[in-house]
């Protein structure tokens, strides 16, 4: 199988700060990643999908100036929660695609926001 | 958007009971997969039934899909403790497009 990373595993933050979560595809490449947001006790729910080397597309809701996603090369992907809070708390997991229909994912970010 | 819709929410059972997740969905689909989770983990992919495919097995997984209903079944047969954890279903609707859509999950817990 596909192995994803994601780090930091986990981060606590204070509230203003912005923190930063890394996803790499170890051996395979991905034009496109995923990611999702998980609140507590809830299911997975789609944020943003990037190409490699474009802009990413936001779902409704996400603001795009305060989940900066970049997807700079086809093994690397950042998540970047800008001006944290404690609403951002959550668990953020990416999900690199790599072939038609084989989505992968990581093992997921636990963001705490003080 | 939550597309899938999963029941029971919860389900308890005590091991070497099966266990039934039904899960249903609003819009066409190209693919179903469902994917287990254990608490404050990442997802583990179980299986992936297509949308012309009616039934898949997979080990002691039995998965149903109903495309008239919208629905899909996940049979997990001679549960084990190990077993415990949420199960969640998602689909995709193809033509080109490869983001999945989560439904809520059943939470399972299997009881020795």
């Given at each position: 199988?596909?192995?994803v990373?994601q780090?930091?595993?986990w981060?606590i933050?204070?509230?203003?700060t912005s923190v930063k979560i890394e996803?790499?595809?170890?051996?395979f490449?991905?034009?496109?990643m995923f990611?999702?947001r998980?609140?507590?006790?809830?299911?997975?729910?789609l944020m943003?999908t990037?190409n490699?080397?474009?802009?990413a597309?936001?779902e409704?809701?996400?603001?795009?100036?305060?989940?900066?996603i970049?997807?700079a090369s086809?093994?690397?992907?950042?998540?970047t929660v800008?001006s944290?809070?404690?609403?951002d708390?959550s668990?953020?997991?990416?999900?690199p695609?790599?072939?038609?229909?084989?989505?992968y994912?990581?093992?997921?970010?636990?963001l705490?926001?003080t | 958007?939550?597309q899938?819709?999963?029941d029971?929410?919860a389900?308890?059972?005590q091991e070497?009971e099966n266990?039934t997740?039904n899960?249903s969905?609003?819009t066409?689909i190209?693919n179903?997969?469902?994917?287990?989770q254990?608490?404050?983990r990442?997802?583990v992919?179980?299986?992936?039934i297509?949308?012309n495919?009616r039934?898949?097995?997979?080990?002691r997984?039995r998965v149903?899909l109903?495309?008239?209903?919208?629905?899909?079944?996940l049979?997990?047969?001679?549960?084990?403790?190990?077993?415990?954890a949420?199960?969640f279903?998602a689909?995709d609707?193809?033509?080109g497009?490869?983001?999945l859509?989560?439904g809520k999950?059943?939470?399972?817990?299997?009881?020795?």
């Amino acid at each position: 199988g596909a192995v994803v990373s994601q780090h930091p595993s986990w981060v606590i933050c204070k509230s203003g700060t912005s923190v930063k979560i890394e996803c790499r595809s170890l051996d395979f490449q991905a034009t496109t990643m995923f990611w999702y947001r998980q609140f507590p006790k809830q299911s997975l729910m789609l944020m943003a999908t990037s190409n490699e080397g474009s802009k990413a597309t936001y779902e409704q809701g996400v603001e795009k100036d305060k989940f900066l996603i970049n997807h700079a090369s086809l093994t690397l992907s950042t998540l970047t929660v800008t001006s944290a809070h404690p609403e951002d708390s959550s668990f953020y997991i990416c999900s690199p695609l790599r072939a038609a229909g084989e989505q992968y994912f990581g093992p997921g970010t636990r963001l705490t926001v003080t | 958007s939550q597309q899938g819709e999963e029941d029971p929410q919860a389900l308890s059972i005590q091991e070497g009971e099966n266990a039934t997740m039904n899960c249903s969905y609003k819009t066409s689909i190209n693919n179903l997969q469902w994917y287990r989770q254990n608490s404050g983990r990442g997802l583990v992919h179980l299986i992936l039934i297509r949308s012309n495919e009616r039934e898949k097995h997979s080990g002691r997984l039995r998965v149903t899909l109903d495309t008239s209903k919208k629905s899909s079944s996940l049979l997990i047969t001679a549960s084990r403790a190990a077993d415990t954890a949420s199960y969640f279903c998602a689909t995709d609707e193809g033509a080109g497009s490869y983001q999945l859509t989560f439904g809520k999950g059943t939470k399972l817990s299997v009881i020795p």
